[in-house]
């Protein structure tokens, strides 16, 4: 030590370069919802929480698998999966189509552009009243809203992801004289596709929280039915459960998306 | 008069005071929180309110104004508001089993040969034959939500004429209106001064009454929270004694006209400031008139109409099966009504 | 077909880019257009190739293309422009599709380009697969499917490091020698000027007009890299663009 003269102290570098960058830990989340939902049960077995505040866990869960067994399960789920496919899709289709428009055409463009701006933030939920009187009671107009409620979210989407299709691609498309309809199909489309499918993960969402609003009016069965029932009742067991079914619907949604994702986008890096 | 309600109960509590009377025992100018909905059938807090019955019985009551009857239960529940009225309901009855409310008293009874609820028919099932309860088989009933007391009328309605109908949640009284009008229902109950407007209207038909299927009717009763009816003996007594007395000057003007049309034009105005506040009163009066059903006496409770309520929502699996009439109700505070 | 452009002008707005520019590019022959930067290049390979219409003169096109020609006018960009969700043999087939060809034709016609490009093997990759000079090479691919009358080349090594670029030097100039083809090539870089033109252009700075024509008599395959006569014509060439290049770096970016 003596020997070393004050200008050669080797001291190592501070490494400070860490943090910043999400790193997955798949458990955790997991770990979340079981601290949660244990500690809820504690709460409500100890008497700590009130069943007025806070139902068991473990009702919440034997309410679900009577449901279940009643196979009522199914009578509630197939309506609503209906309702969620039939205007989903319906809403989405439109909104791509709309979106593709609009990206297009500028006249178009010029025209629905104000128009979307001006539905969008009108909440859908507050036009059932009027849905129901243009669609009837029935089915139509559960159909209406949701489709309704996708259909601006994925025009805006769609919109913008044509909008961000590398211009020097369809460039290249043009200076080798592929026609209008190739580029379009062949381009365009394609690449707009990261941005469209982000955009039906929001609408899908969207679609999931307008099918409570839907069963509001005239559904005797369904998920939104019966929760709206089971709040009625002050039956919090069974809201509870039917609260469970449609977030297991969100993820459930969201992974096939995530599926299809993989699948169509897997050129992306 | 020309006194603002604060100066005239200070006026009524000092005079009480002052002079030694027989004020309530415990509960001098307790601050309580009554909720009601603006309909005629909670005039009985109106007009306690009003005219002081609140403040004589030693009570410091603030109304507290709802949009439904489900947010005033849960009030009730959480412990907001003190007491209230409002139909028994499975949410309701639900409330009750977790312990968290009791039915204490009633107001709003069906009674034969006074106008009560009405059953309507939208003018195109009318037109197609729906011209009494006897055709309501195969027929669409609207209602607010199952377990609603609407869901108890046309299923007990259903059940007396043997027939088989389907019902549809629509929520909210406005949506059922918006309903039967463009013929999406074909039939539904409600009280009369709804009933009565949509049938002159032409846009739906009357084609029975309520009592006739369920006499005895107790279609509201007061309620509060299990911990006041248990624990807070005196304060519920005195607000029973204020609403009773209430309900005595509404049943007194409105139904047996002791004092003439004056009687009647005096309540009907004192109501407005609660009902229909928004029209003027020359419109809103026949409405309020139209309304005009028995408060009972006393806030004496028809149990035996309680217990098939009961018995209907457990039949229909809308609460559950052991819930009892012990749970529900205390029938310590008013006279019970067995019939 | 040889390729006339007759007193081209110009200009975005009040910005001048080009200037009167008169140039006959022949058939067979890869005419370089060098430049300092900003000059104008690019956006005269846009008006050859019928991108962009100019304000002022004629682009001519002298003589029909050759039978067979698909796409006689045919551009290879800088940034490679392939699709990326489509495998290499996609991206060339993408130009084929609109064409009357048969199935057949078309896989025929990706083999012989693949071939000729040394890609034979990576017909199924996906560009996100590729280097930048393998990106290049399809897309110099894809631009020989459509057997062009003229290749406009738009700074087509300029994305790649400089050991790439020399290999695909040499690919080019190989395939030249096999099947001479017409190019305008742009470029801002004088060593790949002297290797790949038979005639350099050179552009004055803003707005763009011909400085001087300098013609290269030597066979392409002859030439490589550290030639000494290369060498001087490219000090030579830089010795006329120094002074444009230093006033076109100082000023001011307009835009």
């Known amino acids: 030590m003596s020997e070393e003269q004050e200008t050669d102290i080797a001291r190592q570098v501070a490494f400070r370069g860490g943090g910043f960058a999400p790193t997955p830990y798949r458990w955790i989340g997991l770990a979340v919802f079981v601290v949660l939902i244990g500690l809820a049960e504690i709460g409500t077995q100890s008497g700590f929480i009130s069943p007025l505040t806070l139902p068991k866990p473990s009702d919440v869960l034997l309410t679900f698998v009577e449901l279940y067994n009643s196979g009522l399960l199914w009578t509630h789920l197939a309506p609503s999966l209906t309702r969620l496919a039939v205007g989903a899709a319906l809403g989405a289709t439109l909104g791509i189509g709309v979106g593709v428009l609009i990206g297009l055409f500028s006249y178009i463009r010029a025209g629905m552009v104000p128009l979307i701006a001006a539905i969008f933030p009108i909440p859908k939920i507050a036009l059932l009243p009027l849905f129901v009187i243009w669609f009837g009671i029935d089915e139509a107009s559960k159909y209406a809203l949701i489709a309704f409620g996708t259909f601006t979210p994925t025009v805006v989407a769609t919109y913008g992801a044509v909008d961000n299709v590398d211009r020097t691609l369809i460039r290249m498309g043009q200076s080798f004289g592929l026609s209008w309809k190739s580029i379009v199909r062949k381009i365009i489309l394609p690449g707009a596709m990261p941005g469209i499918l982000s955009g039906l993960r929001i609408s899908l969402a969207i679609a999931i929280i307008l099918l409570v609003a839907a069963e509001m009016l005239g559904a005797e069965h369904g998920i939104g039915a019966y929760i709206l029932e089971a709040g009625s009742l002050y039956n919090l067991e069974r809201l509870f459960a039917g609260v469970v079914i449609l977030s297991l619907l969100g993820v459930l949604l969201s992974s096939v998306i995530g599926a299809i994702e993989r699948y169509v986008l897997r050129w992306r890096t | ?250 049943n007194a003007a409105m139904i047996a006209r002791s004092a003439g049309q004056d009687g009647v034009d005096e309540m009907v105005r004192l109501i407005h400031k609660y009902v229909y506040a928004d029209r003027p009163l020359e419109k809103a009066a026949p409405s309020i008139i139209n309304g005009t059903m028995r408060l009972n006496e006393g806030a004496a409770l028809n149990v035996a109409s309680i217990e098939d309520q009961l018995k209907w929502f457990q039949s229909e699996a809308l609460v559950d099966a052991d819930v009892t009439m012990d749970r529900l109700v205390d029938t310590s505070y008013v006279k019970t009504i067995r019939a | 077909m040889d390729i006339r452009l007759s007193g081209i002008s110009h200009s975005y707005g009040d910005f001048e880019v080009l200037r009167n520019i008169s140039l006959d590019i022949p058939s067979g022959k890869i005419v370089c257009i060098v430049g300092p930067t900003g000059c104008g290049k690019s956006t005269l390979l846009r008006l050859i190739g019928g991108l962009e219409a100019p304000n002022k003169g004629n682009v001519l096109q002298l003589g029909v293309p050759a039978e067979d020609c698909l796409n006689p006018l045919t551009y290879v960009f800088q940034d490679f422009a392939l699709l990326p969700w489509r495998t290499v043999a996609g991206n060339i087939s993408l130009v084929l599709e609109d064409h009357d060809l048969s199935r057949a034709d078309i896989r025929k016609s990706i083999a012989d380009v693949l071939a000729r490009t040394k890609l034979s093997d990576f017909a199924r990759a996906l560009p996100k697969q590729l280097s930048g000079g393998m990106k290049q090479r399809v897309a110099i691919a894809r631009a020989l499917a459509v057997k062009p009358a003229v290749m406009l080349m738009d700074e087509p090594l300029s994305a790649l490091d400089s050991q790439t670029r020399e290999l695909l030097m040499d690919d080019l100039v190989a395939l030249w020698t096999r099947q001479p083809f017409s190019a305008v090539y742009v470029t801002h870089n004088l060593d790949e000027a002297v290797r790949m033109g038979h005639m350099i252009v050179i552009l004055s700075r803003c707005p763009g007009q011909i400085r001087e024509i300098v013609h290269l008599e030597k066979p392409l395959d002859e030439r490589s890299y550290g030639d000494s006569d290369l060498q001087f014509r490219q000090k030579y060439l830089w010795n006329l663009m120094r002074d444009e290049a230093q006033a076109a770096d100082a000023e001011l970016i307009n835009v």
């Open chain 2, 1 to 250: 008069m020309t006194m603002n309600r604060r100066e005239a109960i200070t006026l009524i509590g000092g005079a009480a005071a002052a002079a030694g009377l027989a004020t309530p025992a415990l509960s001098q100018n307790r601050k309580i929180t009554v909720g009601a909905l603006r309909f005629t059938s909670h005039s009985g807090s109106f007009i306690a309110f009003e005219r002081g019955h609140f403040a004589d019985a030693g009570l410091d009551v603030e109304l507290k104004f709802f949009q439904a009857a489900q947010p005033m239960a849960i009030a009730i529940a959480s412990g907001s508001i003190d007491y209230a009225v409002t139909a028994v309901s499975g949410g309701l009855i639900s409330l009750a089993q977790k312990g968290a409310v009791k039915v204490i008293g009633g107001a709003l009874s069906e009674e034969p040969g006074i106008d009560g609820q009405k059953i309507l028919a939208s003018d195109a099932a009318f037109k197609a034959g729906l011209t009494s309860p006897k055709k309501l088989d195969g027929k669409i009933f609207g209602m607010s939500t199952a377990g609603s007391s609407f869901h108890y009328m046309g299923s007990k309605v259903a059940a007396a004429e043997g027939a088989a109908m389907k019902f549809k949640p629509l929520q909210k009284v406005g949506a059922i209106i918006g309903a039967l009008k463009s013929g999406q229902i074909d039939a539904w109950s409600i009280v009369p001064h709804i009933a009565k407007p949509l049938a002159k209207s032409g846009a739906a038909h009357i084609i029975g009454n309520v009592s006739d299927y369920l006499p005895n009717y107790q279609i509201t009763t007061v309620f509060t929270s299990a911990n006041n009816a248990a624990e807070q003996k005196a304060m519920t007594g005195d607000f029973l004694t204020g609403f009773s007395k209430g309900v005595a000057d509404y």
